[in-house]
């Protein structure tokens, strides 16, 4: 049985900073892709950014480039996502996510999910 559990949201005011963490069971973890989505009230699901298998390439969205940074551990089965300068537009629940290709971006192709973490920034 595959799991995703993601840990580290909560509440952070506008500047500040958050790490996320995602940890993995059940697959082979080195063999996937990882992404993390975030999701606010009312508006769809979007991508934030991808890891590939080894770590070696990472695809971010703009809204978050040079504020965000993946990482990942394959001996640890885990992926994280450091948050800075954080924006209260960054509030959302954020998922990590499995592929086992290279469309980081889209969340078709992923197919297993966390049950998400909430990040709340405050103004």
């Known amino acids: 049985q595959v799991q995703l559990v993601e840990s580290g949201g909560g509440l952070v005011q506008a500047g500040g900073s958050l790490r996320l963490s995602c940890a993995a069971s059940?697959?082979?973890?080195?063999?996937?892709?990882m992404g993390w989505f975030r999701q606010a009230p009312g508006k769809e699901r979007e991508f934030v950014v991808g890891i590939s298998w080894s770590g070696r390439s990472t695809y971010y969205a703009d809204s978050v480039k040079g504020r965000f940074t993946i990482s990942r551990d394959n001996a640890k089965k885990t992926v994280s996502l450091q948050m800075n300068n954080l924006k209260p537009e960054d509030t959302a629940v954020y998922y990590c996510a499995a592929n086992l290709g290279s469309d980081y971006s889209n969340p078709s192709r992923y197919r297993y999910w966390g049950q998400g973490t909430q990040v709340t920034v405050s103004s």
């Open positions: 059940g697959l082979t973890f080195s063999s996937y892709t």
